[in-house]
C-alpha cells in the first residue's frame, strides 16, 4: 500500500467555495433573486462587444505582448491623465492583466515576502487574505467604525510594526459601499509615508461614486507616486463582468517586478478583448458616466424599500452594493443564517458580511447588490415586504 500523498498548501486546503459562488448557486436552487454577487444584469455597450467580436474574427488571436496590448495600455494611460491628471509611460507603467483580481494577486506576489506584515481594511474583498498568507506575509486586519463605515485611521496607524510592508485599500469599498472622503485618504497616504510603507489601490469601481462625490486615486496624492500601485477592472467600468480584463498602473521600479509575477501567472490576455475595452475607454466615455447616475437610482430604490423592511441602512456612496443591519428585525441569529434563510423564506439572496473578516467579525449586515435592473430591485423588495 502505498503513503497518503503529501497535503495541498493548507491556505487553500483550508478554504471554502466562494460566498458569491455559494450564494448564487443557493438563489439558482431556490429560485430568488440574485442580489448577492455582484454582477449587472445588463451587459455594458454594444459598441465595445462588437470590436472585440471583430477582433476576434479578424484577427490575429495568437498571443499579444506580455504586458498587454499597446493599443489598450495607451488608452489606459490616457484615461488616467483624462480623469485624475495622472500621467503613466504606457510602455513601463502599465500592466493588463485577466481582471482584477490577477492584477492584486500580481501586485501582492511580487511585493510581500515571506515574513512581512500587510494591513488590510476589514471587512476586506475575499482574494486579498489567502494571497497574503500563501506568500508567508501575515494579513492584520483593521475594522471600519460599524457606525458608519469609516476609516480608522489611528487603528491603522496602531497596527504598523517594523514588519509592515503595505497595506491594501479599497476605494469605492466593496462590501461597504463607502467611497472613502479627501480626509481620510490623507489620513492614510500620511500614516504610509511616515512609515515607509507600500499601498495597493483597489480601484475597480472607480466610477461608480454616487451624489456628485469623486473618485480620488491615492496615488494622486502627495508622495504617494512612487509608492503606490492602483488596480483597475473594465468589467465595472463596462458592466462586462465576465470580460475579466483588469490593470495595473504604478511607478516603473514596482511595476517592472510586478510583472515578473504576470509573467508566470497568466503571461497574458486574450487580445479581442483588449481590444474592445480599449474602444470602450476612447469611445463610450458617456456610457461609463451615465451609468453612476442609473445605479444611483435603483441605490435609493433598494435603499428605501429595505428600510420599509425594517432593516437599517448604512451608508452607501459608491459601488454596486449597499449594505444593512439587520438586528431591528428582533432575529436571532447570525448573518450566514439570516442570509441562508432569506433565500429560502423570501427568496431574496445577500452576502453576509462576516465572511469579510479576519476575525472578530460583526454578525448583523449583510450586504445587497443594487447593479440590477429596476425590475430586479422591485421584485426583491416585493418579496421582502411580503407579509
Ligand atoms: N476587487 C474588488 C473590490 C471587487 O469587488 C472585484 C469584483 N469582483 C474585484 C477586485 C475583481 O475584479 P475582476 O472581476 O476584474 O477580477
Ligand atoms: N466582486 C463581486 C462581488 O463582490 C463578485 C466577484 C466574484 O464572484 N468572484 O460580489
Not at 430568488?32 to 477582433?55: C, M, S, W, Y
Not at 484577427?59 to 489606459?76: C, H, I
Request: glycine share 8%; with cysteine; proline share 7%.
Amino acid at each position: 500500500m502505498s503513503a497518503t500523498p503529501p497535503a495541498p498548501n493548507p491556505v487553500f486546503a483550508g478554504l471554502g467555495t466562494t460566498i458569491f459562488t455559494v450564494m448564487s448557486a443557493l438563489a439558482t436552487e431556490h429560485g430568488a433573486v440574485n442580489l448577492g454577487q455582484g454582477f449587472p444584469d445588463e451587459d455594458g455597450p454594444t459598441t465595445i462587444r462588437e470590436a472585440a467580436a471583430k477582433a476576434l474574427r479578424d484577427g490575429p488571436n495568437q498571443y499579444p505582448p506580455m504586458m498587454g496590448l499597446p493599443l489598450l495600455r495607451q488608452a489606459l494611460a490616457r484615461h488616467a491623465k483624462r480623469h485624475y491628471d495622472l500621467d503613466f509611460d504606457w510602455e513601463r507603467e502599465v500592466v493588463v492583466t485577466s481582471g482584477a483580481t490577477e492584477a492584486l494577486t500580481d501586485c501582492l506576489i511580487a511585493l510581500l515576502s515571506p515574513g512581512d506584515e500587510a494591513i488590510l481594511i476589514d471587512p476586506a474583498y475575499d482574494s486579498y487574505r489567502p494571497i497574503i498568507e500563501s506568500v508567508g506575509a501575515k494579513a492584520i486586519g483593521v475594522k471600519l467604525d460599524e457606525d458608519g463605515w469609516r476609516l480608522p485611521l489611528g487603528d491603522i496607524a496602531a497596527a504598523v510594526t517594523k514588519k509592515t510592508k503595505l497595506v491594501v485599500i479599497n476605494s469605492p469599498h466593496n462590501p461597504s459601499g463607502r467611497v472613502f472622503s479627501r480626509a481620510e485618504l490623507e489620513g492614510l497616504a500620511a500614516i504610509v509615508r511616515e512609515n515607509n510603507l507600500l499601498l495597493i489601490c483597489d480601484e475597480v469601481y472607480e466610477h461608480l461614486t454616487f451624489d456628485g462625490l469623486p473618485h480620488i486615486p491615492l496615488i494622486s496624492l502627495p508622495g504617494m507616486r512612487e509608492r503606490t500601485v492602483r488596480v483597475g477592472s473594465a468589467g465595472k467600468i463596462f458592466s462586462l463582468t465576465g470580460w475579466k480584463i483588469g490593470w495595473i498602473m504604478g511607478p516603473a521600479a514596482l511595476m517592472n517586478v510586478i510583472s515578473k509575477v504576470h509573467q508566470f501567472v497568466t503571461f497574458t490576455t486574450a487580445p479581442a478583448l483588449q481590444i474592445g475595452v480599449a474602444h470602450g475607454l476612447d469611445h463610450e466615455q458617456d456610457w461609463y458616466l451615465e451609468l453612476p447616475r442609473q445605479f444611483q437610482k435603483r441605490r435609493d430604490a433598494l435603499v428605501a424599500g429595505l428600510k420599509t423592511a425594517g432593516f437599517r441602512t448604512m451608508p452607501c456612496e459608491g459601488t454596486y452594493f449597499v449594505t444593512a443591519d439587520f438586528s431591528p428585525l428582533g432575529v436571532n441569529e447570525d448573518d450566514v443564517a439570516f442570509a441562508r434563510r432569506m433565500v429560502l423564506q423570501q427568496g431574496v439572496a445577500s452576502i453576509p458580511l462576516s465572511v469579510f473578516y479576519g476575525k472578530e467579525a460583526p454578525t448583523r449586515f449583510v450586504r445587497f447588490a443594487f447593479c440590477k435592473k429596476q425590475t430586479t430591485i422591485d421584485d426583491a423588495l416585493a418579496r421582502l415586504n411580503a407579509r
